[in-house]
């Protein structure tokens, strides 16, 4: 790759990191609802735990491995981990500051108290040993650290406490090292009675209070905690396997023990009981982190929740139930009148369940196929559905992708039952993640046989449903309905992939589709017509991709891009980039749809699809792209991606060094996107409320 071509490129993991920085200037933003800054603090910290567990354990592999290949920016893997580690630095400082500055000064002040161990009252501390003594004395199991006792196993993301206890009987000897867990089964913060409003402490803190009953004959001179993030990428040899589940049920437990990729421990920890945490771990100086603030901030996300602080979060934004739905039809005489487009979270994904649970109970419906990736458990509507249909003798096929990354456990789960109930279950396909998001209805009629298609941007996950935004076509198309047939013919059996009529699928050919309609539209403006870019995706990293988009910018197509998390393309290049504008959103919701628009010479084409701009999802992954093509549809899905540009509130542009800045609102009206489309939504359900008597109300909690 030249020197040139070098330049277009930002590097992804730092690109990465300053998505998350975004994450965090949420909850540092005094405008941003207090609970909701704190429910931010806490997906930032979340977010930081994944990325040290999958991405710098990827780097930590290829140093291991020998490879200096660099990346597109040039950068090979000790270069970005040392990037890395400045940059974490800088961000775990900003929120250690936050933490401590702000937000637990801004809870205090509305009676939401975290108290520390020397700030309990008298009665507080009584309370706190007893529910010690009560609840938590019988789970612990001190482990002394010796030579007969080696370093243990310490399991991912658990709070440890490290113990230096010296013997009461031989004061002066060396110091005794201790490890104590803290409870993962318990609240990670403790309700405390009395005082003015809602206090909290630690369980790391009523344990520490505890330890001399732990260590009798000892005395307590230290104790810190600590936590171990560990390599959490599964690696799986299918060839010859005939059991995938027990496999991947096996790597599992290899991830529990994986090497330690970051340890994170309270800035207070003393240099010895430090260096001993470290040798104990083998880990060098450069994987410890010293925090000032909450080693694990997840507890914290109980208090977002709490009841009867509504004012300190959003104000309620309750999807909607598309008009369509409210006239007390079937949903299958729906979609045979025409497709129905769902944008979620402002459109309820209520119709997605009905439609699923239609399916297993009407009798004329013979099969149903679906690829789930991630629900929301055995709870899932739409898991019980399926179990029912299979119970009741029709034909279900569903392939479950086992490696959806931290959801494996649960998958390999529901999928047992599904199994039961005489499901026909898959578990992903030879090399290839199965991320497509499909189901397929197929139905007696009498006109003869009739397929029903539900295709999404999104899982099939009725709880993220409400904070991720997502498009969702409802369709009886003929043509959708035999490409649905013959995307599940060819991942389910031996089939040849189909030529598909409107889908596209990767890995074999949606890569070469999005390529061409690039170069399409720099045809396009070479010619003096009308051309444009308008895409919107979670990342944006394939290099091919970046090499057309700025060739077509290059030959003046306007190209503008929604890019919400990483982003590997330098914008505003002179000769390179200079057409190219790339803005991130990061808000309430949590913007995952992907959507393209290519202007086509003035006949638009809108596509959707389940699939980011990344070689995993291009070339390792099963994915799809499908159009929309009824222009009312069309409309809504660019209307969508233009606000993006109009946002001068929650959106960041993307400047050439690799840094994001707020736009601003100056003088213009403040616009926040996602509120806006909000209101569109409740706008466009009023128009046809005019014309249209139906009973019109939010599903408010239906989920």
Known sequence: MSVRSQSLFLNREISWLEFNARVLQEAQDSKTPLLERLRFFC??????????????????????????KPDPAGLDAQKQLDLISARVRELQEASSRLYEEKLLPALAKEKIRILKAEELSPSQAAHADEFFDREVYPVLTP?????????????????????????????????????????????????LPGGDGIEFCWLSDVIRRGLGKLFPGHSIREAAGFRIARDAEVELDDEGQDDYVRMLESEL?????AQPIRVEHEESMSVELRDRLAHGLAVDESRLMALRGPIDPRPLLALPDLPGFDKLRYKPQPPLMPPVFEQGREVFELMRE?????????????????????????????????????TSGKASPLVKALIRAAEMGKQVTVLIELTARFDEER?????????????????????????AKIALVVRREPSGIRRYVHLGTGNYNERTSRLYTDFGLLTAADDIGRDASGFFNTITGYSEPPSFNRLVMSPLGLREKILSAIRREADWAKSGQVSGILAKMNSLVDPAIIEALGEAGCAGVPVRLNVRGICCLRPGLPKQSENIKVVSIVDRYLEHSRAFVFRNGGNAEVYLSSADWMPRNLDRRVELMFPVTQEAHKSRVIEALEAAFSDNQKARLLKSDGSYERPGAGRSEPVRAQESLYRRNVEDRERFRAVTPVRFEPIEGKH
């Open 43 to 68: 997906i930032f910290h979340a977010n930081l735990d994944e990325f040290f567990m999958v991405r710098v354990a990827s780097l930590h592999r290829k140093i291991r491995e020998g490879d200096k």
């Open 143 to 191: 482990i002394a650290v010796n030579q007969a006792n080696p370093f243990p196993r310490l399991p991912g993301l658990a709070v440890n406490l490290a113990v230096f206890l010296e013997q009461e009987k031989s004061l002066g000897a060396d110091l005794r090292l201790a490890l104590v867990q803290v409870p993962s089964r318990l609240p990670g913060i403790c309700r």
């Open 253 to 257: 437990k290899k991830r529990r023990k």
């Open 338 to 374: 025409g497709d129905i487009l769902l944008h979620h979270p402002y459109d309820s994904f209520e119709p997605v369940v009905e439609f699923i649970q239609a399916a297993a109970e009407d009798p004329e419906v013979l099969a149903i196929k679906q690829v789930l990736y991630r």
């Open 411 to 435: 998958n390999i789960s529901w999928a047992k039952d599904l199994e039961d109930a005489g499901a026909h279950v898959l578990y992903g396909l030879a090399h290839l993640k199965v991320h």
